[in-house]
């Protein structure tokens, strides 16, 4: 069995606290991603995981076993460096049979693992090559390959894919996804990219301040955020925030909810629970159709900026106070300055209390 577990971690260095008394389980197998923004504390939970810093409270558990106190070669971890960490001295053989030979394994077992890592990471005709005569891919791939050479049970990956271009991030990120979904490693993933997180992670937990703020599958944290922070950070474009109140029937109308720029009926059997509280809804961009004319229902806004991207287009409009993202199909171009009516989906609409910015889980 190779869980993980964090139990009231916490780790701070002087008067910064990196790790704020966080719980988090990791089930055998599972493949969870860490996510947020720089300086949240995400490496440094991964880190001391791994051993190589020291926790000043709480515990850490791996397989049921307290490994709090246990020094980094005896907690059976691989893990795979943002910088690569490849060896420049070393062909790309010696470095990914370095692990393996710090564990003295015959000479027979190392040739096999070698050679069946560097096979599912397709550099097997780079094995005699050095560092300096690889790109950046490639040096990603052996240190992936020297990772899982070790045949260690837990993986952790520090953000892996920053440093190379896109089309290879994407092209690494489905290969990945498939090689650690045959190794049923446990993986732990660092992450600030939004993409990586929600196209690979069986889990994602974002973290902010040292804290984790929601655990929960990728689709879950984009369409059911836990707060106004998840939902600005989760997505590309983030999610709206628009200030709003709802205002239930009057002379026999139905409730309806009201925000800059106009007012929509909303059928919800919670809008008596959602009545004069105040609130901030939350509308994702591609939940919100783009009319030309207005009618019943719709709010007007003003288009500001187009941005063609070229399965959709992305408009950035003025509804009354309030700036939204839109989304539009590739086909439409409306003019800046030009007006054009909204209509909010109320079944994708994300409720948050403006007080303590959370969201609202209402009977």
Request: charged share 25%; glycine share 8%; aromatic share 4%.
């Amino acid at each position: 069995m190779a869980e993980v577990r964090f139990e009231a971690v916490r780790k701070a260095f002087g008067d910064h606290t990196a790790v704020d008394d966080v719980d988090l389980a990791v089930a055998d197998g599972e493949f969870v991603v860490l996510l947020g923004p720089s300086g949240c504390g995400k490496t440094t939970l991964l880190r001391c995981l791994a051993g190589l810093e020291a926790v000043d409270a709480g515990r850490v558990l791996l397989g049921g076993t307290d490994a709090t106190a246990l020094p980094p070669r005896k907690r059976g971890i691989a893990m795979v460096f943002q910088n690569y960490a490849v060896f420049p001295h070393l062909t790309v053989f010696e470095n990914i049979a370095f692990g393996l030979r710090m564990q003295k394994e015959p000479k027979d077992v190392v040739a096999e693992q070698v050679a069946s890592s560097a096979s599912l990471l397709h550099i097997e005709e780079l094995l005699d090559r050095h560092p300096a005569q690889l790109s950046g891919g490639q040096r990603q791939r052996v240190a992936v390959a020297r990772a899982i050479a070790a045949r260690s049970e837990v993986l952790l990956m520090d953000e892996p894919l920053s440093n190379l271009d896109a089309l290879l991030r994407m092209e690494m990120r489905a290969e990945l996804k498939r090689l650690l979904k045959d190794l049923a490693l446990t993986t732990l993933y660092v992450t600030h990219d939004q993409v990586e997180a929600l196209s690979m992670g069986d889990r994602v937990a974002v973290m902010r301040d040292g804290r984790i703020v929601q655990v929960d599958s990728p689709l879950a944290v984009y369409d059911r955020p836990a707060d106004m922070f998840v939902g600005s950070f989760v997505g590309t474009p983030p999610m709206n925030l628009l200030d709003a109140s709802v205002v239930t029937g009057v002379d026999g109308a139905g409730p309806e909810v009201r925000l800059g720029g106009g007012s929509f009926p909303y059928p919800g059997a919670d809008a008596d629970a959602l009545a004069g509280r105040d609130l901030v809804l939350g509308i994702r961009a591609e939940n919100i159709a783009v009319h030309h004319e207005p009618g019943p229902g719709l709010v007007q806004a003003r288009v500001l900026v187009l941005e063609p991207l070229g399965a959709q287009n992305l408009l950035t409009v003025q509804a009354g106070d309030d700036t939204l993202r839109v989304a539009t199909r590739a086909d439409a171009f409306p003019a800046p300055d030009s007006d054009l009516w909204l209509g909010i989906d109320p079944a994708h609409v994300r409720w948050m209390d403006r007080t303590s910015r959370t969201a609202l889980t209402l009977a």
